[in-house]
């Protein structure tokens, strides 16, 4: 993971595209919101970095981008950190023995990691506090997100993509 000499400068860039994910899913006057509800954008980009990078790589960065989620909702820290870093280490597992890395399988395993971690989140909260009904957190919370999450999917791959075409030399690959 760190024997390559390009490696600190492919963390820094993808801090900084982690860091402005982070704002554009935090703020609400930015505006992103689709019924009230922000997309899991970090959940797409650990997503996105398990199909470029290592599975060492894509485990830290997980388990950062879970951090920063956890940060963000104001819950217990750790509960997205560890969700985040098994589906990275676990996506980029499957990638080198089992899938191919096409976009479609990223839109795939990022929508079906989305619903499991909403689906999560909510038997969490309904298990230690006073949720309102499935019915209601489906149509208003999860389904939104899910959505919203599936649409902004698509930017975050492509720049992910380019992000390592423009760090990895042509040997390496």
């Known amino acids: 993971m760190f024997e390559r000499k390009d490696t600190p400068f492919k963390i820094i860039l993808y801090a900084l595209l982690m860091l402005g994910l982070y704002l554009l899913q935090s703020v609400p006057a930015l505006g992103v919101r689709f019924m009230g509800t922000p997309p899991e954008l970090l959940l797409a980009l ?7 990078e ?38 980029s597992i499957l990638l080198q023995t089992l ?11 990022t929508l079906s990691l989305t619903a499991f ?35 902004c999917a698509y930017p975050i791959f492509y720049i992910t993509q380019a992000l390592h075409k423009k760090t990895t030399r042509r040997d390496e690959d």
């Not at 650990?46 to 470029?52: D, E, I, P, Q, Y």
Request: proline residues 3%; aromatic residues 20%.
């Open 117 to 151: 971690i909403l689906l999560l989140e909510y038997i969490f909260t309904a298990v230690f506090f006073k949720t309102p009904p499935f019915i209601w957190s489906l149509t208003k919370v999860m389904l939104p997100k899910f959505l919203f999450t599936g649409v």
């Open 99 to 109: 899938l191919r890395r096409m976009f479609l399988t990223y839109i795939l395993m």
């Open 54 to 91: 290592s599975e060492t790589f894509s485990a830290f960065f997980g388990l950062s981008a879970g951090i920063i989620n956890d940060i963000i909702t104001g819950g217990a820290v750790g509960k997205s950190a560890i969700l985040f870093m098994f589906a990275s280490f676990f996506v």
């Open 46 to 52: 650990s997503v996105a970095v398990a199909f470029f």
